[in-house]
């Protein structure tokens, strides 16, 4: 089975500063790892995504997440976020074997603040 | 760009009544998916879907759930008697059956239950 442990649920951060959202998983089997971001009254729009390759991955909006292995860690970061990065953001993985279900995070409330 | 499309946006209803969520997947999508969100919780697979039949399906997912596309564009989720614990957002989504190991599931933008 597979586990995905965000650590912070809320993370306040002025506007044009730097931002870094933790995840962490867990999986006895090879996976796949995604970021996802829910605006206010909408769905859940995938941000990025490490399937294979560059351990660095980039995303829309500005953001990237790197993918490490020993840690079991797959953190979000943006350099300088704005006043639309106001969001929950989810991370998932999923089992690497066809249409599998995704396991998520509980989720990180980012709240810029201008 | 296509989407996915859920309906009602919000649904009240009475403990012990049924309710049906509507889904209207990307046309050209085979999979469908719904996960749930309690609030405040994580979001949590439910149910797969695939050439008509169950694919998938979590511990949530008991005798009161019953999915079913009941034509070529409609999936549903049926809770027979909902219990004050079925109160959730309810998500939708759909991937293309392609060869290889990853199909993106696009989600739908929700359909928040409330449960009296």
């Known amino acids: 089975a597979q586990s995905v442990t965000q650590l912070d649920s809320q993370v306040p951060v002025f506007e044009e500063a730097p931002v870094e959202l933790r995840c962490n998983y867990s999986?006895?089997?090879?996976?796949?790892l995604f970021w996802y971001v829910q605006y206010p009254n909408q769905g859940l729009q995938l941000l990025l995504k490490y399937l294979s390759g560059s351990t660095l991955v980039k995303g829309i909006n500005g953001f990237e997440a790197e993918f490490n292995k020993s840690q079991t860690s797959f953190h979000l970061r943006k350099p300088s976020v704005h006043i639309s990065d106001t969001a929950e953001y989810f991370c998932a993985v999923i089992r690497n074997s066809g249409n599998t279900p995704l396991v998520f995070g509980k989720g990180t409330r980012l709240s810029v603040i201008a | 760009e296509p989407e996915v499309t859920q309906t009602p946006s919000h649904q009240v209803t009475q403990m012990g009544q049924e309710v049906i969520l509507r889904c209207v997947p990307i046309s050209n999508h085979l999979y469908f998916y719904w996960y749930r969100q309690i609030l405040g919780q994580k979001v949590e697979f439910l149910v797969s879907?695939?050439?008509?039949?169950?694919?998938?399906k979590s511990e949530i997912f008991d005798d009161q759930f019953s999915v079913e596309r009941p034509d070529g564009s409609n999936f549903t989720l049926k809770i027979r008697s909902t219990k004050l614990e079925d109160s959730a957002m309810y998500f939708c989504?759909?991937?293309?059956?392609?060869?290889?190991?990853?199909?993106?599931?696009?989600f739908g933008p929700g359909t928040r239950l409330t449960v009296l």
């Open positions: 999986s006895s089997v090879s996976v796949y």
């Open positions: 989504a759909s991937s293309e059956r392609r060869g290889g190991s990853y199909n993106e599931q696009f």
């Open positions: 879907f695939y050439n008509n039949e169950i694919s998938e």
